[in-house]
């Protein structure tokens, strides 16, 4: 079962099985809707426990951040149509296709399944890149219905116009991003202190944050569990790069 750890005014729990996850999941969200919330929940999986911040606004920060931003973003939308077969419609599709590809943005990766974020957070079995053991982490939002960016109410608000953090819900500019059930959190640069707010620090959501942490020694044994369910790479990466990586799991590892 989930173990509740008391720490300030948002929730932390342990979990060492799927199934201790999906139990607190049902009752939180339950509780919610008995507030009158009936609001999605999301989710988002981390192999190491750092604060949530959008890659752009990971160290080393370089001067003048957001004019290098919209720098990037605009030689990114010249240069990139050659690369791909898809059309984006808007500068919205621009930035969830250059988020995919790696491209430092203010976007964060976020997704409506519960066990895909799990998944991600487990994915390296527990392990930092040098092998040491590495515990993970799981965010839980409990998203409300004005959190969300409404682009056909908005219509002219581009993606680096944004005065607050908001969610954005993409199109499905790549399979990846459906099946991965996937969204962003949109972060706010804030002018007078030059950075971005770190989702865990802003006051309009750290109350609303659950954090689930995986002790390294549960991690292959909770992958296990997920591909049991169905939830692995090759459902998550639907493509042959997903299929072979799950492949080289199942049968070597």
């Given amino acids: 079962m989930a173990k509740p750890i008391k720490r300030g005014t948002r929730a932390s729990h342990k979990v060492n099985s799927v199934s201790a996850f999906l139990k607190y999941i049902e009752r939180e969200k339950q509780d919610e809707e008995a507030r009158g919330n009936k609001a999605d929940f999301i989710f988002r999986g981390q192999s190491i426990d750092k604060p949530l911040l959008p890659k752009l606004a990971r160290p080393p920060l370089h001067h003048d951040l957001q004019n290098r931003e919209k720098l990037v973003?605009?030689?990114?939308?010249?240069?990139?149509?050659?690369?791909?077969?898809l059309t984006p419609e808007?500068?919205?599709?621009?930035?969830?296709?250059?988020?995919?590809?790696?491209?430092?943005?203010?976007?964060?990766?976020?997704?409506?399944?519960?066990?895909?974020?799990?998944?991600?957070?487990?994915?390296?079995?527990?392990?930092?890149?040098?092998?040491?053991?590495?515990?993970?982490?799981?965010?839980?939002?409990?998203?409300?219905?004005?959190?969300?960016?409404?682009?056909?109410?908005?219509?002219?608000?581009?993606?680096?116009?944004?005065?607050?953090?908001?969610?954005?819900?993409?199109?499905?500019?790549?399979?990846?991003?459906?099946?991965?059930?996937?969204?962003?959190?949109?972060?706010?640069?804030?002018?007078?202190?030059s950075k971005f707010i770190p989702l865990d620090e802003n006051n309009a959501y750290r109350d609303r944050l659950v954090k689930f942490s995986i002790e390294a020694r549960f991690c292959e044994k909770i992958k296990a569990e997920?591909?049991?369910?169905?939830?692995?790479?090759?459902?998550?990466?639907?493509?042959?790069?997903?299929?072979?990586?799950h492949l080289a799991w199942r049968y070597f590892k």
């Fill in 73 to 85: 973003f605009e030689e990114f939308k010249r240069t990139s149509l050659g690369l791909t077969d």
């Fill in 90 to 193: 808007s500068e919205w599709d621009f930035l969830a296709l250059a988020q995919h590809h790696g491209l430092p943005t203010r976007l964060l990766d976020w997704t409506y399944g519960a066990l895909a974020a799990v998944w991600f957070a487990v994915e390296n079995g527990g392990k930092d890149h040098d092998g040491n053991p590495q515990n993970a982490v799981v965010w839980l939002l409990k998203t409300q219905k004005n959190d969300f960016i409404e682009r056909e109410k908005q219509p002219n608000v581009g993606p680096l116009d944004n005065h607050k953090t908001r969610i954005y819900r993409p199109r499905a500019v790549t399979r990846r991003i459906v099946a991965q059930g996937g969204l962003f959190t949109v972060h706010m640069f804030q002018v007078t202190k």
């Fill in 226 to 245: 997920l591909d049991g369910c169905g939830v692995n790479r090759a459902s998550l990466f639907p493509d042959l790069d997903g299929l072979c990586g």
